[in-house]
């Protein structure tokens, strides 16, 4: 076969109707490119994910361990103040990465979803991993919801508490009310208490 046959052959399988087009346009080939990004996008996805859940599960441990052990030092008040002030600037970086991490765990649902639609076989359950997560319904004595938010808001809020407690009962409110100062800096520590958990519920609701 000449060159020219080889082109002209060439060129015909390219026209629409051709065999060679008929199957670039193969329904299953799309289905698997589909398939293959949609699972790159999972890997990545999950990866993040799965990275803000480890943070998350380290300041867990270390916050409120490193505020028990702040506490219980006799430091000057200033020192108190730096705590707490360490403390809310990785409080605010826990809520961020809290908003991060819904959202992500929104968008695996959503892929979760996108892979039982590519797959020629149906899921049980008809879905993955995270689209078949139980609901969070659970109530603990019949009052409190069971959430993960909930939780990392009293952990957080709780250790906020601890150090506004040291430093108000360190601080000059002992010369000032030198009979009742520590009952005024545990009130104090309370009010902080609510405040701060409230706020943090009230942010990671609007996250979802």
Request: charge should be positive; proline fraction near 4%; aromatic fraction near 10%.
């Amino acid at each position: 076969m000449n060159k020219r046959s080889r082109v002209m052959r060439t060129q015909r399988a390219d026209q629409p109707g051709s065999a060679a087009a008929e199957e670039k346009l193969d329904p299953s080939t799309s289905n698997a490119e589909l398939s293959r990004l949609a699972e790159l996008d999972y890997k990545t996805t999950f990866d993040a994910w799965r990275q803000l859940v480890d943070i998350r599960f380290k300041l867990i441990a270390l916050v409120p361990t490193g505020s028990m052990v702040g506490v219980a030092q006799v430091l000057p008040w200033p020192a108190y103040a730096a705590g707490m002030l360490f403390l809310c600037g990785i409080t605010l970086y826990e809520i961020r990465n809290t908003q991060v991490h819904d959202a992500l765990g929104k968008r695996l649902v959503q892929l979760d979803g996108e892979f039982a639609n590519l797959e020629s076989t149906p899921r049980p359950a008809g879905g993955g991993p995270f689209s078949t997560r139980p609901s969070g319904r659970l109530r603990l004595f019949g009052v409190f919801s069971v959430w993960h938010n909930r939780a990392i808001a009293i952990v957080y809020a709780t250790s906020i508490a601890a150090w506004t407690w040291r430093l108000l009962a360190s601080w000059r409110i002992n010369i000032h009310f030198a009979s009742n100062g520590r009952g005024l800096a545990a009130l104090g520590a309370a009010i902080i208490w609510m405040m701060t958990y409230r706020e943090i519920i009230r942010l990671s609701k609007k996250s979802d």
